[in-house]
């Protein structure tokens, strides 16, 4: 008998976007999951919340027990309330879909085992069109954690993320192209990050007129490896591009399904606390500390 599988909650308001429609409900059934509408029937609950009501979310977790959850976008939350739930509800997946990518998970283990040596620079681009417009919190929070939770997932192994941010952001431009964001960090032991997050205009193609791409380049000691999250693909010419192989929310929701519980709230968590530096550091232009007393 297949999986079944609950799409709860609806987003939140005022925001066009639908990862149940666009992300979720693709992927159950590209997986043969049977959808179903009631909670006792459910072996897997994937949760798009309304992120005004915490109170609403607090509510269906408790009611889920012991079946694995995958939340959407927890770093919409205020920090103060994601650690609440982080706390009380520490075995809910965080939906950070890219680090299950085949490419990630391989770079990951490969990081992990010192194939690469001493990691001492990581370099990425996270570059979309304009899909369903940008989000109203805002693109650190609602995009940019992609691609820092990648970086957590290549860096983070040894504890929670310290050392310095720095962030210059653009707003949406006059001709509809979105915000788009320039990242620095330096991570303890002595890792060097630099991360370009955008969102295309209207044409479909991002500031600068590049094409869509997601990939990083980690350089260690011993070599360097280049993570694309676009490949493998098959290019049509005059079509669309088609990925071949299991995407990563079809991975998200294999290792929930498995018991898998990281990334979880807790490292959600230390996200936003990373968001809330890049978001001070854009206004202040200065360069903020990480990690110590919260």
């Given at each position: 008998?297949?999986?079944?599988?609950?799409?709860?909650?609806?987003?939140?308001?005022?925001?066009?976007?639908?990862?149940?429609?666009?992300?979720?409900?693709?992927?159950?059934?590209?997986?043969?999951?049977?959808?179903?509408?009631?909670?006792?029937?459910?072996?897997?609950?994937?949760?798009?919340?309304?992120?005004?009501?915490?109170?609403?979310?607090?509510?269906?977790?408790?009611?889920?027990?012991?079946?694995?959850?995958?939340?959407?976008?927890?770093?919409?939350?205020?920090?103060?309330?994601?650690?609440?739930?982080?706390?009380?509800?520490?075995?809910?997946?965080?939906?950070?879909?890219?680090?299950?990518?085949?490419?990630?998970?391989?770079?990951?283990?490969?990081?992990?085992?010192?194939?690469?040596?001493?990691?001492?620079?990581?370099?990425?681009?996270?570059?979309?069109?304009?899909?369903?417009?940008?989000?109203?919190?805002?693109?650190?929070?609602?995009?940019?954690?992609?691609?820092?939770?990648v970086v957590q997932s290549l860096a983070g192994g040894h504890g929670p993320l310290t050392g310095t941010a720095y962030a210059v952001s653009a707003p949406a431009g006059p001709d509809g192209a979105g915000e788009s964001h320039t990242i620095a960090l330096r991570?303890?032991?002595?890792?060097?990050?630099?991360?370009?997050?955008?969102?295309?205009?209207?044409?479909?193609?991002?500031?600068?007129?590049?094409?869509?791409?997601?990939?990083?380049?980690?350089?260690?000691?011993?070599?360097?490896?280049?993570?694309?999250?676009?490949s493998p693909v098959l290019d049509l010419l005059g079509g669309p591009r088609l990925p071949f192989g299991p995407g990563s929310v079809e991975r998200l929701l294999e290792a929930a399904l498995a018991g898998v519980t990281t990334p979880g709230l807790a490292d959600?968590?230390?996200?936003?606390?990373?968001?809330?530096?890049?978001?001070?550091?854009?206004?202040?232009?200065?360069?903020?500390?990480?990690?110590?007393?919260?």
């Open positions: 008998m297949s999986a079944r599988v609950l799409l709860a909650g609806e987003g939140t308001p005022s925001s066009a976007q639908d990862h149940h429609r666009d992300m979720y409900r693709p992927a159950t059934r590209a997986l043969g999951l049977v959808e179903v509408y009631d909670l006792d029937e459910a072996d897997l609950v994937v949760v798009c919340p309304d992120v005004t009501r915490p109170d609403v979310l607090a509510k269906l977790l408790e009611e889920a027990g012991d079946r694995p959850v995958v939340l959407d976008k927890p770093t919409l939350f205020p920090t103060d309330v994601l650690a609440d739930l982080a706390e009380r509800f520490p075995r809910v997946l965080a939906a950070h879909h890219p680090r299950f990518h085949p490419a990630v998970a391989t770079a990951t283990g490969r990081v992990r085992s010192g194939t690469l040596g001493l990691v001492h620079a990581i370099h990425g681009e996270l570059l979309v069109g304009p899909g369903d417009g940008p989000h109203p919190l805002g693109e650190l929070r609602n995009l940019a954690v992609y691609a820092l939770d991570l303890e032991p002595d890792i060097a990050v630099t991360l370009l997050v955008a969102r295309g205009g209207p044409s479909g193609r991002v500031p600068g007129g590049a094409p869509t791409f997601h990939r990083y380049r980690i350089l260690g000691s011993h070599g360097q490896l280049l993570v694309d999250l676009d959600a968590c230390e996200l936003s606390h990373l968001i809330d530096a890049l978001v001070a550091s854009a206004s202040t232009h200065d360069v903020i500390t990480l990690g110590g007393d919260r």
